[in-house]
């Protein structure tokens, strides 16, 4: 009962920092002076967008692993990461677009960021319909592995491609200098250890339910071959 | 690289004799560019662009028919135990389906761009080499991606279904490029200005040549 131990710990953790992190952008960080309290979303837009991206960055080292190890191990957790990548991806595109009503008086723009996600998110909706669509389980592993490998190669090229339009996006990260005042800096530092904490939660949890639905179907394996 | 050109030879065999992948592909582009050319509103001017894409939708769309026939072919009486089972590696293959889809495409673009000039070929300018250059880089890479991606289709259930599904999102960004240089040959451009995409085409294509080159064994052994 370690595990259930460490799971119980990640939600309690992972509440309290979330928490934190809530009263933070809210009471803490100042407000924007040119967009006023709508900046807020960004605490929660930035955090989610890097979740997403690490989930699919997660699900291509499993991929690979599984293809080298067959150990089924590696698919749980690497189709666990896909899901969650897919629901921080939606929760990007609609955050952004809250965002981007007020501020660019649009809902959607060409930009490379945008069409980024839009395109990754494509990728890996279709990655867990072709979960669905196999049932084998060894299978339905590779074939996701493969799914992961190669959607995983194709965002550089998804991001190069769509850079050669203009780009509006604030660029608010830059590689040397950060463009941001020190309290909205803590604030999302705060943010951003949460949505880690709290992906991580998720991400555990999931790959339990399929841990333990393996389980069962080897025990009934088992019972069904005694008899 | 011999062993691939036996099966490439028996693809093409059976395709000349039965004839149903390529004549699909042509009669469902031609099919595509008519559906097209009245949703745009019957007699309208194209601008080069608008052109480009409405070349590259029918294309596009018609070549996945060819693509899901290529491993269901293989379904029929199980050849594929027996392909599995001869001493032909899977990534060859991959070469040979790889090569089989490359070729179908090619024939039906053959007839598909010369009925779409007749539709749209007012305000366009024909630049031929760079045109089948565009036509080549983008086959490469469709069929890449596409062959990969049928490999695993055909060992599922929705085959048919499920390839554009998993196909057409990894390949947007050839696609982009593609209409892109397209567009540019189509409005009379000088070749140096477009090259770049004509560039980033041939990568996508070699990337995903080799991607699919090594992930392809994999895929076999589940079949």
Same mark, same amino acid.
């Not at chain 1, 951003?192 to 555990?204: P, S």
């Not at chain 2, 028996?10 to 009245?38: A, C, Q, T, Y």
């Not at chain 2, 089948?132 to 049928?150: D, H, K, Y």
């Not at chain 2, 050839?174 to 770049?196: D, H, Q, R, W």
């Given at each position: ?7 119980? =710990? ?9 928490? *934190? ?53 590696? %698919? ?27 501020? @660019?008086?649009?809902? @959607?723009? @060409?930009? #490379?960021?945008?069409?980024?996600? =839009?395109?990754? @998110?494509? !990728? ?13 389980? %060894?299978?339905?592993? *590779? ?10 190669? %194709?965002?550089?090229?998804? =991001? ?9 996006? #604030? ?6 200098? !950060? %463009?941001?005042? #020190? ?11 949460? =949505? ?32 | ?7 490439? &030879? ?6 000349? &004799? ?39 939708? +029918?294309?596009?769309? +018609? ?8 491993? +269901? ?32 495409? $090619? ?88 090259? /770049?995409? $004509? &560039?980033?085409? /041939? ?10 080159? $090594? ?9």
């Amino acid at each position: 009962m370690k595990d259930g131990f460490i799971d119980r =710990f990640l939600v309690v953790i992972s509440t309290a920092l979330m928490l *934190t992190a809530i009263y933070t952008i809210f009471f803490y960080a100042p407000t924007e002076i040119m967009m006023g309290i709508v900046q807020k979303i960004f605490y929660f837009h930035l955090p989610m967008a890097f979740m997403a991206f690490l989930s699919y960055f997660v699900a291509f080292v499993c991929g690979v692993l599984y293809l080298i190890k067959k150990d089924i191990k590696w %698919d749980i957790i690497g189709s666990a990461s896909v899901e969650i990548g897919v629901v921080f991806t939606t929760l990007v595109l609609i955050t952004g677009s809250l965002w981007a009503r007020p501020i @660019w008086n649009t809902w @959607w723009t @060409w930009d #490379p960021r945008l069409t980024t996600s =839009f395109i990754l @998110w494509l !990728i890996y909706v279709a990655y867990l319909i072709l979960r669905a669509s196999v049932e084998q389980v %060894d299978r339905r592993a *590779t074939f996701c592995a493969v799914m992961a490998i190669v959607g995983f190669i %194709d965002v550089p090229i998804v =991001f190069l491609s769509a850079r050669l339009w203009r780009t509006i996006h #604030p660029v608010v990260i830059k590689s040397r200098s !950060i %463009d941001i005042e #020190p309290a909205m800096l803590t604030t999302l530092a705060i943010s951003m250890a949460a =949505f880690l904490l709290f992906w991580l939660t998720l991400l555990r949890i999931r790959s339990r339910v399929d841990f333990t639905e393996l389980r069962i179907r080897n025990l009934e394996k088992i019972r069904r071959g005694g008899m | 690289m011999g062993l691939s050109l036996v099966i490439l &030879r028996k693809d093409l065999l059976i395709e000349i &004799r039965r004839k149903d992948s390529v004549i699909s592909m042509i009669f469902f582009g031609i099919l595509l560019l008519f559906v097209m050319s009245m949703a745009i509103g019957i007699g309208r001017k194209v601008d080069p662009e608008l052109a480009s894409g409405i070349l590259w939708i +029918s294309i596009l769309f +018609s070549s996945v028919l060819g693509l899901g026939r290529t491993f +269901s072919l293989e379904k029929t009486n199980r050849c594929i135990d027996g392909l599995l089972i001869s001493p032909v590696p899977p990534s060859s293959v991959f070469v040979a389906k790889t090569s089989v889809n490359f070729f179908f495409m $090619l024939i039906s673009e053959a007839v598909i761009i010369p009925v779409f000039f007749a539709l749209h070929g007012d305000n366009i300018t024909i630049g031929l080499a760079p045109l089948l250059a565009t036509v080549l880089l983008l086959n490469l890479g469709f069929a890449s991606v596409g062959t990969l991606f049928s490999g695993i289709t055909a060992a599922t259930r929705r085959n048919e279904v499920l390839l554009p599904l998993l196909l057409f999102p990894v390949i947007t960004p050839l696609i982009a490029f593609t209409v892109k240089a397209t567009g540019e040959i189509f409005a009379g451009v000088p070749f140096g200005e477009y090259s /770049a995409w $004509l &560039r980033l085409m /041939a990568a996508f294509g070699l990337i995903f040549s080799c991607a699919g080159y $090594l992930l392809f064994d994999y895929v076999m052994k589940e079949n």
